[in-house]
């Protein structure tokens, strides 16, 4: 799949909206639009790579971005307890071909 034709891109360039979470430098942030958890974000880099093992080889500068921006946002929105996963192939559950992880937890941040 190229840019022109990839959804995230789309998301990033505001061409199609999201709930925006955070961004940084290189990612954005912004939930999935069918939640499987109470917390459900995606962490996404501005660069399109197919997948993690793609953007970790050839772009460590934003691949650690990623892992930060999801670090925050996981102590922004949630008690502690949350999984950051990335799905690489179809065959592992990866839909989008645009890399991102996701933050997942059941115990969103009770507010005080
Ligand atoms: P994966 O299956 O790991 O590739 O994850 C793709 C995720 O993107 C799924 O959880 C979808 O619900 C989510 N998704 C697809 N389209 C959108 C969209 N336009 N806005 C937000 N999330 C989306
Ligand atoms: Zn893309």
Known sequence: ?????CIF????SGEIPA?????SEHAIAFNDISPQQPVHVLIVPRVHKENVTELALANPVEMQDVMRLGAQVAQMLTEGSHRFTF???????????HVHGHITSRTPKVAV
Request: glycine share 8%.
């Open 1 to 5: 799949m190229t840019t022109e034709n």
């Open 9 to 12: 891109c789309k998301i990033i």
């Open 19 to 23: 709930k925006l979470v955070a961004e």
């Open 87 to 97: 799905n690489t192939g179809v065959e592992a559950g990866q839909s989008v071909f």
